[in-house]
T-cell receptor, first 113, second 109 residues
Framework: EAQVTQNPRYLITVTGKKLTVTCSQNMNHEYMSWYRQDPGLGLRQIYY???????DKGDVPEGYKVSRKEKRNFPLILESPSPNQTSLYFCASSFGRVNEKLFFGSGTQLSVL | KQEVTQIPAALSVPEGENLVLNCSFTDSAIYNLQWFRQDPGKGLTSLLLIQSSQREQTSGRLNASLDKSSGRSTLYIAASQPGDSATYLC????????FGAGTTVTVRA
């Protein structure tokens, strides 16, 4: 089944404790991206990747890191999480950045205490 | 900067009624527009993708129109069912995807 898989679904952590949210897609998509969704602010892009070893900042990249060592995987890293990073995170992928449907993972609900 | 607006924020209709969801955007220089459905606690599912050269796109009971010059798109859902209850988001792609805040739809049985 074609899908974007994120793990974990729920995560509670404390300020400053490094964490990684994994994202994997099995559709051979070149484009992958991370979003956060907050009430009243909608979906905002954190980082995106056009292909392996090619990543770029989205609208809200501060406090986040990403890497794209393999085509299928695009992990999101929070080196020192803070409470303002409490949010619902989504990974998404598509064949291209422009004229293709975007496929989303099920989301990761992160709480930073 | 592209601004995407969806009005109303919430909508409640009886089963069987047709749904009309609106999306407006400020910059008409777009590649395409997508409509998504989001169920509580779940990810987004792409419903329809309309390219900038198209006026409408259809899939089953869903029909989406695009008027680029006026910066508007409308999603029509015919003969609504309780299973259509969800939040519907539109997203405009001008090489960067900008999302609206969504319209939460409740279809009453």
């Amino acid at each position: 089944e074609a899908q974007v898989t994120q793990n974990p679904r729920y995560l509670i952590t404390v300020t400053g404790k490094k964490l990684t949210v994994t994202c994997s897609q099995n559709m051979n998509h070149e484009y992958m991206s991370w979003y956060r969704q907050d009430p009243g602010l909608g979906l905002r892009q954190i980082y995106y990747s056009m292909n392996v070893e090619v990543t770029d900042k989205g609208d809200v990249p501060e406090g986040y890191k990403v890497s794209r060592k393999e085509k299928r995987n695009f992990p999101l890293i929070l080196e020192s999480p803070s409470p303002n990073q409490t949010s619902l995170y989504f990974c998404a992928s598509s064949f291209g950045r422009v004229n293709e449907k975007l496929f989303f993972g099920s989301g990761t609900q992160l709480s930073v205490l | 900067k592209q601004e995407v607006t969806q009005i109303p924020a919430a909508l409640s209709v009886p089963e069987g009624e047709n749904l009309v969801l609106n999306c407006s955007f400020t910059d008409s220089a777009i590649y395409n527009l997508q409509w998504f459905r989001q169920d509580p606690g779940k990810g987004l599912t792409s419903l329809l993708l309309i390219q900038s050269s198209q006026r409408e796109q259809t899939s089953g009971r869903l029909n989406a129109s695009l008027d680029k010059s006026s910066g508007r798109s409308t999603l029509y859902i015919a003969a609504s069912q309780p299973g259509d209850s969800a939040t519907y988001l539109c997203a405009v792609n001008d090489y960067k995807l900008s999302f609206g805040a969504g319209t939460t739809v409740t279809v009453r049985a």
